[in-house]
């Protein structure tokens, strides 16, 4: 759609969508300027990705609901890597392969929190994405709010340990 002209956009309506709502749909949608510069921009992003997930449309939070979610198990960092990576059961590219051993190693050495791991594997998380949990699921709330909370929450810990010892 984005790269036809208007009135060849117009002339290709869906049969399930109502005539009216198509012309809308592609002059307020599909030839919009600014989604069609975000669209190129995400298909640029896109090709660049050295570790693409195999997921397909299917959402990565949907696997993790799969994998033991839905019983409020998360599952660890190893197994969703390996699960959105893999291609006929196994991981094809050598630096996929690499980062799933550098995954498993860190989740063995009983690495306390999942944000650490992701973060130690993959460099720190922006605010708003963390990577294999798509979008709506923040670096924030896998730190349990803010990073200094979930260090004086482990001091405190330790603390009351001690106390109770």
Sequence with gaps: MKSKPFCDAIKDVMRVVDKS?????????????????????????????????RTGSKPIKEIV???????????????????????????????????????????????????????KCFGPQCKSHVVEFDGGITAKVLKGGNSSKVVLLDKFHAREKRMNH
């Design 21 to 53: 709502d198509w012309e809308w749909l592609v002059k307020e949608y599909f030839l919009n300027e600014k989604l069609k510069e975000t669209s190129t921009r995400n298909s640029i992003n896109r090709s660049n990705l050295s570790m693409p997930h």
């Design 65 to 119: 609901y799969e994998l033991g979610g839905k019983d409020g198990k998360q599952p660890n960092m190893d197994i969703i890597f390996f699960e959105t990576h893999k291609n006929n059961n196994k991981l094809v590219k050598l630096e996929t392969n690499a980062k799933y051993v550098e995954i498993q190693e860190l989740v063995q050495s009983n690495v306390s929190y999942y944000i650490e791991v992701v973060e």
